[in-house]
Every structure is written in structure tokens, then in C-alpha cells.
């Protein structure tokens, strides 16, 4: 095949060079040479945009098409129609025979690239023989050493005393020899690998590296294999194995997590090392064993799961033999959800649901305060629940339970459990009802058996009932973009049956209707402030809420309390969250908000906003143990926000009461964020006689605190030989001392990361677990998943971890 001239590029023409370096046109020997070597299959190159691909039939001459643009790969029926170009200063040889040519040698196809100062070819073998100062590029991946063997058609073939740089993640590495066991597989042996970056000279020492016999890298499962490994950090080795694999790329790939190291008060010295299990592409698992040095071996571990027609997640872990309470300790959590029918019945499939965490011991929360987020709480949630939707209709059936770990010191009332709750639901929206359309219709009806077992010094307490509720609903919107109104009535009926205080079965019902009508205008003005332009707005607000008073103290209490004292909730009709107490409130609130949006985007600049709510009658309804409200004039509420730059923002919330003159409760908190791990925040927070916390939370590069510059680097924050603090921390100024702190510090040295974070968690008045967390981290072999991280993004607001996913580079990005 003879490869055209034009329109190539001359660099990339079919030429032999001259011995003075010359270029002159090719002759009848060259040509010769170039359609044996034409045969090669190579690899892909590429040339300069606009890339020529070729289109010849049988008895006509090769012809060249534009693309329209750079290909990473090409089809293999294209693949093999590619020419193949040869520079070199001296060259022998004959037809189907071996061809040598010698003096900067250069053999390129499509993606390869072969250098060398002496090129030997069989073209009856197809092999290839390079020997001095031999460099081969094969899709961005380059190797150079003394002699290279290769057969060109198959790709087999062994380099010696190679060095190597990996294009998918920047990987560098030598090795006593090389296998090429096909295009996409090779083994290197007696080798080093490692991500670090590797400066031009012989000499080299990563930071970190693995040191094996052998290591296999497959390209095509982007997986690396080490036999008879060790990795090793600073020349220290800290992790050897017989075999274990690592990722090539960001893809999810079986091997070793980052280890860390966490030295606390109550476990000593422990040491996690989870090995990650890409399963399938659907399923994957984390094996997290932990030595605790005064407790024993915690083996933890997580499952996920994705198929079409379920998900979910199970995480567990098992202590044998806690030497901490001298017994076995355990712990689980399930999430899983699943469509286990097709539509039934013209309306949605049936949805199961099932969130159940559970744990051995009421002290579990305490011994483990870095374990899973949902089981350090006190109260755990099991709940299951199936559902099933078909136009204006919906129906719910579960089952909800609650694990309660009482503390003898502090001791708390549980929620009931519900076993079962059955719901059934109608919806209907935009009703034509007396003739005009608009109107939104519901009934909801459920009907729930309460259960709870109580120990106290008695024994064993249990209570609970049964309760079928009806709750039936109308109400329309009217509105203009500068008004609104909205009426609405409602329906509260409830049946009870539960024994009294003395035990004996009671059977009673309660009916209690609620009408309210919400109102609303906006008026917006063009404003000027500073040279910008803005719209402003006001917005006043009116509330009307009318529920008359139904004695309710004979009633149980499963579900009820108390809604927190918020904008939202004093525009609401019940005081109380559930359906066991509906609060007697005759009311009228009244509110106004004024906003300033910027004028080119919309985007709300500043909101002020008050409200308070005012009755007409006392509000005798109360909770157990509560007593009437009988101040006909609430506690004022005024929030502001402000955020003038897009860099910062402000918050403040203020819970006045007009008739002692001071506030009852206080939050203040802003925010700053001038570019990519930078952020700032701080909170105050009051509630008169109860509590007063300063909250603090931080990331940001040490460099910029002395006025170091940093700008950011894609997928590698802000670049190498950085330094960042991190944290958060709650104190409390009654008490003059700190809650909770998590603070500690990050490195990025580019190939590897290291971390150390100090943590104290208030357990109690008395006791705190502290601990300091060590965790390293090598980019491109290790992936995220120790504790250390973890306790960083769980409680450092806007904490951003320092690597994310780029777009994978590109062979022209490494093209000799």
C-alpha cells in the first residue's frame, strides 16, 4: 500500500533521512520498504485537526476524507487499512526478508510510536527488533529502555529494563523487564509503580510505591494485579500481601482502601484497613476490620445493591468478646426499597420499603461513636411499609418500631410503636364544585395500633391503644401575580380504644372542624442602592385560623407535640404536630416580608421579614401536663437574611417577647466562601435559661493565611505542596467549655494525602470520647472511605474532599 503525500502534513510523510539530515523525496528502494512496512499494526496514532481517514477499493488508489474530528480509536476494519510511515539515516534489506534500519529510527502508525537507533523487521514473522535508546508510545502510554521485541501483528512481545508512564492516571514506574501479552495486557516484573510524578534523571524514589515481583496491568479493566507486593511510604513498607489488586483509573475496581489510625481515650490505638469488592456493576461490598488495642477486632462491613426493580444498602458489624463490657457487641442497618409488582389494578406497582437499624446494647451508641451515622443515635428507626397508588387513591400499610438505649443517668421516653398503621387516601385537585372549578378535595383515613413497654423500678410498663382517624379537607386558591387568597375547611374525626389510668377498657371519639382563610399581596417598585439596580418588594401576609374547643384530656397521647415556634408554624391551623391533640386556636396572624432582587438575575439580595400572632380567645387545649395559653399577644418573630455578594451570607432569627422586653430565643450565623475550599461559617444560637452555643466550622488553605497565592487545579484542588485546616467546633458559654470539636489538618502532596483530625464528642454532662484520627490516602491506588474523611464530611459544613473526577485525559495529551 503506498500512503499518499498530500495532504499530510510534511512531518508526517513517508521519507527516508538523509545522513545530514535531509529530507529529500522518497525513492523506489524507500517505497519499497514502506509497503513492507506498511503491514504494521501498531496502535492509533494521530495527526494534527483535520484528521484524514482512508476510503480504497479494490483496484483504485488510496484516497484521504476529512473527519471532523480527533478519534481516541478507530474501527479494526479501519485500523488495518492504515499506513505506516519510517524515518531513518541508513537502511538494507529485500523484499520479504529482514529489513534493518539504523540512525533515529522512527516507525509511526495512528497511536504508536516506535524510536530507536536500530530497527530490525521479519516481515515472513512479522517481529520487530529495536535496540538503543528505544521509546514506544502506544496511546499516550510511554516506555523507553535499551532493546525491544515485539511482533507487530499480535502486539506480543518484552522490553528490558524499562521505564514506563501510564497516561489513564499519571502512573510512572521501571521494572527489570516488561511482557506485552497482547494490546491491552502487560506484566511488568521485578518492578515499582507508583503515581507520584518522575523527574527526568535514572535516579528516582516516590513517596510511595508498590514494590513487587510481579504486577499485571490490564488496560481494558483498568485493574492492576501485584504479586508478592509491598506498598511502601517514605521507604517504610506498610502494607505487604502475596496478592492484591489496585484501580488504573476512576473507575470502581476491587482492591485496597486507604487505612487510618485513630488513638482514643476508650479504645486505644485503632487501626482500620478496608478492602473495597467491586462485586458486579450493580454490587459492590467494604470489608472494614478494626483493631482496637483495649477492646479486641470490630469486623464491619457494607453491602449495596442495584437492580431494576429494587436497591439498597446493608451495612453490619461484629465484636467478639468486648473487653470494654466483657460481652459480644453488634450492630445492623438495612435501607431497601423495591417494586415488587407491575401496575396492578390501572394504577402504580406495590412499593416495599424498609429502613431497620438495630444494635445488641443500650450502650452501643457511646462505645461507638464513629460507627454508622444512624446507629450512635439513642433512638433507632425499624419501619417497613408497603404502598400502591392508582389515580386520586393511595393506599399504606407498615409497621414502625423504635429501639430505645436508655442511659440510667439520663433516661427518655420513647415514641409509641405502630403495629400496624394502615392508611387509606383520596386526592382530587381542581374540582368543579357549586359550579366553580378550582377546588382541591381530600380525605385521608388511617387506622394505627400503638404499643410501648416502659422499665422503670416497678417493672415493665406497657400502654398504647387503637386509633381510626378521618380527616376530610377542601380549599381553592385565588391569585393574581399581585394577590392571593385561599380559604379553607376541614374535618377532624377520631375513634379511640385504650385502657384508663385504672385499667379498664375506654372507648371515645372526638370531631373537631377548622375553617381558615390565607391572604396575601405583593407590590414591587424598581430601587437603586450602590450603583446597582434592584426590585424591591413588600409583602404583607393575613392569617385567619377558627377551631373551636373540644375537651381532649380524657384522650391518650401517641403522637403529639409541641411544633417549634417558626414563620411556618404560626401560618398553620394546629399548634401541635399529630392527631391526638388539635389545638382550640381562634387566631389572626399577621406578617410582612420585604425583599431586594437584583435587577439583571432575580436572585433575592436581601429578605426582612416579621410576624406575630394574635388571639382572640384563650387556647385551652394543652398537651398532658401542659397548662392554657392565656397571652392573647405572641412572641414576635423577625428574621433577616442577607447576601449582597454571592461570597458571603448572613442569617439571623429573633424570637421576641413584647411583654418582658427581651428575647426568648436567638440565632445568628453567616457565611464565607470566596473560591474552592475556602469557606467560613459562625453561628450563635440562644434560648434564655436553656442553652447559649457559639458554632464554628471552617476549610482553607494555611498558604492564603500569609498571603501565599493558590489557584485551583482541575480534579486535584488547588495543586500540589498544599496545606488545609479544617474543621468544626460547638462551645458552650454557660458551661465555658467546648461540646463537640472535629479539627485537624490535610496535606496534598499531589500523589498522596494525608490527614489528621482531633475529635472530642460529648457523650454526656460527665464524659467525652476524644480521639485523634491519622489516615493516608495515594491518588490513583487508594480510594476514599476511612474514618478520618468520613468525620470530616459529616460535620464540617460545605466541607469539598480534595479530589473529584476529571474527564479522562486524552492520548493527545501525551504525543511524541
Known amino acids: 500500500m503506498k500512503p499518499a503525500h498530500n495532504p499530510i502534513p510534511a512531518s508526517s510523510r513517508t521519507t527516508t533521512r538523509a545522513a545530514n539530515g535531509a529530507c529529500p523525496e522518497p525513492t523506489r528502494l524507500a517505497r519499497a520498504v514502506q509497503g513492507a512496512i506498511a503491514a504494521l499494526a501498531l496502535g492509533a496514532g494521530a495527526v494534527p ?62 497511536d504508536t510510536v516506535i524510536r530507536a537507533d536500530r530497527v530490525e523487521f521479519d516481515q515472513r514473522t512479522n517481529e520487530a527488533l529495536a535496540t538503543g535508546h528505544v521509546l514506544i508510545n502506544r496511546n499516550g502510554d510511554r516506555f523507553q529502555g535499551p532493546e525491544l521485541q515485539m511482533n507487530v501483528e499480535t502486539y506480543k512481545g518484552h522490553f528490558s529494563e524499562p521505564t514506563y508512564q501510564l497516561l489513564k492516571n499519571q502512573a510512572s514506574g521501571d521494572a527489570s523487564r516488561i511482557d506485552f501479552l497482547d494490546r491491552d495486557t502487560m506484566v511488568v516484573h521485578d518492578g515499582r509503580y507508583s503515581t507520584c510524578e518522575r523527574p527526568p534523571g535514572s535516579r528516582w524514589m ?51 482502601l486507604p487505612p487510618s489510625m485513630a488513638i482514643d481515650n476508650q479504645s486505644g490505638v485503632q487501626l482500620t484497613a478496608p478492602y473495597y469488592l467491586n462485586l458486579a456493576p450493580n454490587m459492590d461490598a467494604t470489608l472494614a476490620p478494626s483493631l482496637m488495642t483495649k477492646r479486641g477486632v470490630d469486623l ?18 461484629f465484636m467478639p468478646s468486648d473487653r470494654l463490657r466483657d460481652d459480644d457487641r453488634w450492630a445492623y442497618s438495612l435501607q431497601h426499597s423495591q417494586r415488587l409488582t407491575d401496575n396492578v389494578g390501572g394504577g402504580s406497582p406495590i412499593s416495599l420499603r424498609a429502613n431497620l437499624n438495630r444494635v445488641g446494647d443500650d450502650n452501643y451508641w457511646r462505645d461507638f461513636p464513629r460507627s454508622i451515622t444512624s446507629l450512635t443515635s439513642r433512638l433507632l ?43 387509606l387516601n383520596y386526592q382530587k ?44 379537607e377542601i380549599t381553592r386558591r385565588w391569585q393574581s401575580p399581585g394577590w392571593f387568597v385561599q380559604p379553607r375547611a376541614r374535618l377532624h374525626a377520631t375513634q379511640y380504644q385504650f385502657d384508663n389510668a385504672t385499667g379498664v377498657p375506654t372507648s371515645t371519639s372526638r370531631a373537631v372542624p377548622t375553617v381558615s382563610l390565607d391572604s396575601g399581596l405583593v407590590f414591587e417598585r424598581p430601587a437603586a442602592y ?86 382572640l380567645e384563650d ?76 458554632d464554628l466550622g471552617w476549610q482553607w488553605p494555611i498558604a492564603d493565611l500569609w498571603g501565599g497565592a493558590s489557584t485551583r487545579v482541575p480534579g486535584r484542588a488547588l495543586g500540589p505542596g498544599q496545606w488545609y485546616t479544617v474543621g468544626r467546633m460547638n462551645y458552650s458559654m454557660p458551661d465555658r467549655k467546648i461540646i463537640d470539636l472535629v479539627a485537624g489538618f490535610e496535606y496534598d502532596a499531589g500523589c498522596w494525602l494525608g490527614r489528621v483530625v482531633l475529635s472530642r464528642l ?55
Do not use: C
Not at 70 to 90: D, I, N, S
Not at 300 to 317: I, V
Not at 402 to 421: E, G, K, M, N
Open 381 to 423: 428507626r425499624n419501619e417497613a411499609d408497603l404502598g400502591w397508588i392508582r389515580g386520586p387513591w393511595s393506599v399504606n400499610a407498615g409497621v414502625y418500631q423504635w429501639q430505645s438505649l436508655q442511659d440510667v443517668s439520663a433516661p427518655f421516653t420513647p415514641p409509641y410503636d405502630r403495629l400496624p398503621s394502615l392508611s
Open 762 to 816: 460529648q457523650q454526656s454532662r460527665t464524659t467525652a470520647n476524644q480521639s485523634i484520627l491519622f489516615q493516608l490516602e495515594f491518588s490513583g491506588f487508594s480510594r476514599v472511605g476511612a474514618s478520618s474523611l468520613q468525620t470530616l464530611q459529616g460535620n464540617v459544613p460545605k466541607y469539598q474532599y480534595l479530589r473529584e473526577e476529571i474527564v479522562p485525559p486524552s492520548r493527545f495529551q501525551q504525543y511524541d
Open 530 to 615: 450602590f450603583g446597582r439596580q434592584y426590585t424591591q418588594t413588600l409583602e404583607p401576609r393575613a392569617f385567619f385560623t377558627w377551631t373551636p374547643f373540644r375537651d381532649q384530656t380524657s384522650l391518650p397521647n401517641f403522637d403529639s407535640g409541641a411544633r417549634d415556634f417558626n414563620l411556618a408554624t404560626m401560618f398553620s391551623e394546629n399548634a401541635y404536630n399529630g392527631n391526638d391533640r388539635i389545638s382550640d386556636t381562634r387566631a389572626v396572624t399577621l406578617g410582612v416580608n420585604s425583599r431586594l432582587l437584583d435587577a439583571d438575575n432575580g436572585a433575592e439580595v436581601i429578605r426582612l421579614g416579621m410576624a406575630q400572632r394574635v388571639l
Open 429 to 472: 385537585y381542581d374540582q368543579t364544585l357549586l359550579g366553580m372549578p378550582g377546588w382541591d378535595m381530600s380525605v385521608q383515613t388511617n387506622f394505627t395500633r400503638f404499643q410501648r413497654s416502659i422499665l422503670s423500678t416497678a417493672g415493665e410498663v406497657k400502654s398504647g391503644g387503637d386509633r381510626s382517624l378521618a380527616v376530610a
Open 300 to 317: 464491619a462491613g457494607e453491602f449495596r445493591y442495584l437492580q431494576p426493580s429494587y436497591t439498597g444498602r446493608l451495612r453490619a458489624a
Open 206 to 256: 516516590p513517596d510511595w510505591l508498590v514494590r513487587a515481583t510481579s504486577i499485571e496491568l490490564d488496560s481494558v479493566e483498568d485493574v492492576g494485579t501485584a504479586k508478592g507486593g509491598v506498598l511502601e511510604f517514605k521507604g517504610v513498607p506498610i502494607l505487604a500481601a502475596p496478592y492484591f489488586t489496585f484501580p488504573l483509573s476512576d473507575k470502581r475496581k476491587s482492591g485496597v
Open 619 to 694: 387556647q385551652n387545649v394543652t398537651l398532658p401536663g401542659g397548662v392554657p395559653v392565656t397571652d392573647r399577644v405572641s412572641n414576635m418573630l423577625l428574621a433577616a437574611r442577607v447576601q449582597w455578594d454571592p461570597l458571603w451570607s448572613f442569617d439571623t432569627n429573633l424570637q421576641y417577647n413584647p411583654k418582658s422586653g427581651e428575647s426568648v430565643r436567638t440565632t445568628m450565623g453567616g457565611r464565607y466562601t470566596p473560591g474552592p475550599f475556602r469557606v467560613l461559617s459562625a453561628a450563635y444560637r440562644i434560648q434564655r435559661g436553656t442553652s447559649e452555643q457559639i
Open 49 to 110: 485537526a483535520p484528521v484524514w481517514a482512508q476510503d480504497a477499493d479494490a483496484g483504485e488508489s488510496v484516497r484521504l476524507k476529512p473527519g471532523a474530528m480527533l478519534q481516541e480509536t478507530l474501527p479494526p476494519e479501519t485500523r488495518k487499512q492504515l499506513p505506516t510511515f519510517v524515518w531513518g539515516e541508513r537502511m538494507q534489506g529485500k523484499t520479504d526478508d529482514v529489513t534493518v534500519l539504523e540512525g533515529e529510527v522512527e516507525l509511526r502508525r495512528h
